[in-house]
């Protein structure tokens, strides 16, 4: 999960899980990803920043592959949740590779290419440093096989949503603003292209809901993300679903490489 303002997006695995498996119920920005790919055998495919894992179970189910899955994170935590669920699934387990490390050194740790990485929330890991955003684009472009294609998903950067609304309201930021639309063009033109490194948008504009089981699981969800003023706020709307504006980069190697060259 991109984190610049905020680490407890990421901080617990149970926590950040109940949000992943919260947030667009129906799949809607990895099918389009899916049929991008149609037909294609995937070879040792790549989940960057794979948190709690629901991204790689959705690659297990749901498309061919050869070769081992990797599924990449910096965080212990966040790997050893990812580890007793896959045991406890008690599926594909020898071709699942949980690798713990960073998207800069995750070329040290998976000596193979890839013609299909991905990353849900987690590239770059710190949408505002550059020379991050560089150096973990260079790592990727190092593990994609020359036909290979590398996705993002993530926020679609207008920040036009009611989960963005909840951040301006309840998360304090260095942008000065005096309502949520100024704060919203402020944040937007902070970042001079997708990921703030040049990547292609394939789609844009994709609403999609957070959805919880229950009033409980909302307020202790969004009340742990954005504090206890939100908690509160949730409870008096009995409010348990937001719409999120989402956006998904599509890139080759190719493109990638003229990337780098040009930053």
Same mark, same amino acid.
């Given at each position: 999960?991109?984190?610049? &303002?905020?680490?407890?997006?990421? *901080? ?13 119920? &129906? ?7 899916? &049929? ?28 061919? !592959? ?20 896959? *045991? ?81 309201? !309840?998360?304090?930021? *260095? ?52 504090? *206890? ?35």
């Amino acid at each position: 999960m991109i984190s610049d &303002e905020s680490d407890k997006w990421y *901080r617990d695995p149970s926590v950040y899980h109940t949000f992943s498996e919260a947030q667009d119920p &129906e799949n809607v920005c990895f099918s389009l990803i899916q &049929e991008c790919v149609k037909g294609m055998t995937l070879q040792n495919p790549i989940d960057l920043a794979s948190g709690t894992g629901r991204l790689m179970w959705q690659i297990i189910d749901k498309m061919l !592959f050869d070769g081992a899955l990797y599924a990449l994170d910096a965080s212990e935590q966040m790997c050893n949740f990812l580890q007793k669920t896959i *045991r406890r699934e008690r599926k594909f387990t020898s071709n699942v590779k949980v690798v713990r490390a960073s998207i800069i050194d995750a070329p040290d740790h998976i000596k193979v290419k890839s013609n299909f990485i991905v990353s849900s929330f987690g590239f770059p890991s710190k949408i505002s440093n550059k020379k991050l955003c560089l150096e973990e684009l260079q790592a990727v472009y190092d593990l994609l096989s020359d036909d290979g294609l590398f996705f993002t998903m993530g926020w679609d950067e207008t920040f036009n949503d009611e989960l963005s609304h909840m951040w301006y309201k !309840f998360i304090p930021d *260095r942008i000065t603003a005096h309502d949520f639309e100024e704060w919203r063009r402020k944040r937007t033109s902070a970042i001079a292209s997708p990921r703030n490194c040049g990547l292609k948008w394939f789609k844009k504009g994709i609403s999609v809901p957070v959805q919880f089981t229950s009033l409980k699981e909302s307020a202790y969800v969004m009340g742990y993300l954005f504090g *206890r003023d939100a908690a509160q706020d949730v409870v008096n709307k009995g409010k348990v679903e937001w719409n999120m504006s989402l956006g998904i980069t599509r890139n080759t190697k190719k493109e990638l490489a003229a990337i780098i060259k040009s930053l």
